[in-house]
């Protein structure tokens, strides 16, 4: 089954995904995608791992990890499925990152990696957007590239573990403005899903709604305003996001 | 955690490292150096995850074969959502001050998120009050103390802040909006110190109370 969270006439609801992408409130209303606003699926902490695809960590010039490159990003960044993503004025790349999420379903802590997929809820997917500009050497990649806010869309849902046979051959892809731009495979993974959960709580608990976002393959492009782009995982899902301009967002979206 | 902090104070807790001039000048000529070729230009931040926090009173596990380092703190407790508000604006949207104690291993490099180094459960002691803003005269001129087994072991004070409260709010609303009930740790200074299972832990602040924790092993640790 699909989980999602939806806003609709000012509510929100946790809802079941159907056929077309339609919704089935607990009332048993259905509504269709387009009737309601998407909301992150899920709303922990998010553990980010950089460099995670051999191909990709070559074409940003770095080695392969030896050891999980993780850094976190807290709620404030995350939107959801159709939602907008704002480019800051006057940088020069802003490139999205196509990523498998893993959903904790349970408190995990000292797991071993046979055991490790017990804790896992379900899938879902993100864009991982960064803006290369902002880059410092200081906890890279700092917050101001990767927890800026609506700069993280994660959705349109949660899609049941169950129902996903083999995590580790999923196909990856990126379109802009229906151009395939990014092609990979999760076999591609350094560090699998039960290695990163046993890395994880060997030294903390994760959280039920904790995200691990498992990294992205080779093939950044820039994105500019009035982009649409679509990042979907096989048998997972596949999540629209338009980039808007730095006005415009604030202008819609002033605090 | 009082309840009046405890109600308030749910949101993401985010860190800045080296905020303290001390710490910042002992690093510089480093800091010129490869991996970080340049001093940093923007704050240097950190987020604490939920399953960091802890509380006065409560016990702070000493991990097994590892050091550990209380991180003295002014805490911001965020009262009001602020997206790109300016420095002159940004006391308005304070709810008011605590303690925390940003425990850690030691960090020996500042090149990579510190995830391994400060994301342990019970990591950020917060208390043991929410001191509202109006009851603090100058928030850049206290002093913070940490005691260990009640001797002092380090001591400095908030006026040696690279960047002010009101310029951190500033810079980090830019890109990022902080909520009501986020928590800002404003820096800890140089000089953090080891400390063993049995240590009794406390931040003092003026003005803003005592935050105490008792370092215990973690099961299977020799005491």
Same mark, same amino acid.
């Given at each position: 089954m699909k989980h999602a969270r939806i806003r609709f006439e000012g509510s929100v609801h946790a809802v079941t995904v159907e056929a077309d992408n339609t919704v089935r409130l607990a009332d048993g209303r259905v509504l269709g995608e387009r009737q309601v606003e998407w909301l992150p699926p899920a709303n922990g902490s998010?553990?980010?791992?950089?460099?995670?695809?051999?191909?990709?960590?070559?074409?940003?010039?770095?080695?392969?990890?030896t050891e999980p490159l993780a850094f976190i990003k807290s709620p404030g960044t995350y939107t959801g499925h159709n939602q907008v993503t704002w480019r800051p004025d006057n940088v020069e790349y802003m490139h999205y990152e196509c990523e498998l999420v893993a959903v904790i379903g349970k408190p995990a802590k000292n797991v071993k990696r046979e055991n490790a997929m017990e804790y896992v809820a379900g899938y879902t997917v993100c864009n991982d957007y960064a803006i290369r500009d902002y880059l410092e050497n200081y906890y890279r990649p700092n917050l101001r590239v990767k927890n800026r806010d609506a700069t993280t869309?994660?959705?349109?849902?949660?899609?049941?573990?169950?129902?996903?046979?083999?995590?580790?051959?999923?196909?990856?892809?990126?379109?802009?403005?229906?151009?395939?731009?990014?092609?990979?495979?999760?076999?591609?993974?350094?560090?699998?899903?039960?290695?990163?959960?046993?890395?994880?709580?060997?030294?903390?608990?994760?959280?039920?709604?904790d995200m691990i976002a498992t990294g992205t393959p080779e093939g950044l492009a820039d994105v500019v305003p009035g982009?649409?782009?679509?990042?979907?995982?096989?048998?997972?899902?596949?999540?629209?996001?338009?980039?808007?301009?730095?006005a415009d967002f604030f202008k819609n979206n002033k605090a | 955690?009082?309840?009046?902090?405890?109600?308030?104070?749910?949101?993401?807790?985010?860190?800045?490292?080296?905020?303290?001039?001390?710490?910042?000048?002992?690093?510089? @000529?480093?800091?010129?150096?490869?991996?970080? *070729?340049?001093?940093?230009?923007?704050? !240097?931040?950190?987020?604490? &995850?939920?399953n960091t926090r802890n509380a006065h009173g409560r016990d702070v596990i000493h991990p097994a074969g590892e050091r550990l380092q209380p991180g003295p703190a002014l805490g911001v407790v965020i009262g009001k959502d602020a997206t790109r508000v300016s420095a002159d604006d940004a006391?308005?949207?304070?709810?008011?001050?605590?303690?925390?104690?940003?425990?850690?291993?030691?960090?020996?490099?500042?090149?990579?998120?510190?995830?391994?180094?400060?994301?342990?459960?019970?990591?950020?002691?917060?208390?043991?009050?929410?001191?509202?803003?109006?009851?603090? @005269?100058?928030?850049h001129q206290l002093t913070l *103390?940490?005691?260990?087994?009640?001797? !002092?072991?380090?001591?400095? &004070?908030?006026?040696?802040?690279v960047r002010s409260i009101p310029q951190l709010i500033a810079e980090l609303s830019e890109f990022m909006t902080l909520h009501a009930g986020d928590v800002l740790i404003t820096g800890t200074p140089e000089e953090r110190v080891d400390v063993?299972?049995?240590?009794?832990?406390?931040?003092?602040?003026?003005?803003?109370?005592?935050?105490?924790n008792t370092i215990i092993a973690e099961p299977g640790e020799p005491a």
């Open positions: 998010m553990f980010a791992l950089g460099l995670n695809y051999a191909d990709h960590a070559k074409e940003l010039a770095f080695a392969p990890p869309p994660v959705g349109p849902w949660i899609v049941d573990a169950a129902e996903v046979p083999d995590v580790s051959n999923l196909k990856l892809r990126t379109w802009i403005n229906g151009e395939l731009k990014q092609e990979g495979t999760t076999a591609d993974m350094i560090f699998d899903i039960p290695y990163l959960i046993e890395y994880f709580s060997s030294f903390m608990t994760l959280q039920p709604g982009d649409e782009v679509v990042v979907e995982v096989e048998g997972v899902g596949r999540l629209v996001n338009r980039i808007v301009s730095e | 955690m009082s309840h009046a902090l405890h109600d308030v104070a749910n949101g993401t807790v985010f860190g800045v490292a080296l905020n303290y001039n001390g710490l910042l000048q002992q690093r510089l @000529a480093e800091f010129e150096k490869p991996p970080y *070729k340049q001093a940093p230009v923007k704050p !240097v931040l950190f987020i604490k &995850t939920p006391m308005t949207h304070v709810a008011g001050f605590t303690i925390v104690n940003e425990y850690s291993l030691p960090e020996d490099s500042y090149y990579r998120p510190a995830v391994k180094a400060k994301c342990r459960d019970g990591f950020c002691s917060i208390g043991p009050d929410l001191i509202p803003v109006s009851a603090v @005269a100058d928030p *103390k940490l005691y260990v087994n009640g001797a !002092v072991v380090q001591e400095n &004070t908030t006026a040696n802040l063993h299972p049995g240590d009794l832990v406390e931040v003092e602040i003026t003005g803003l109370g005592r935050l105490a």
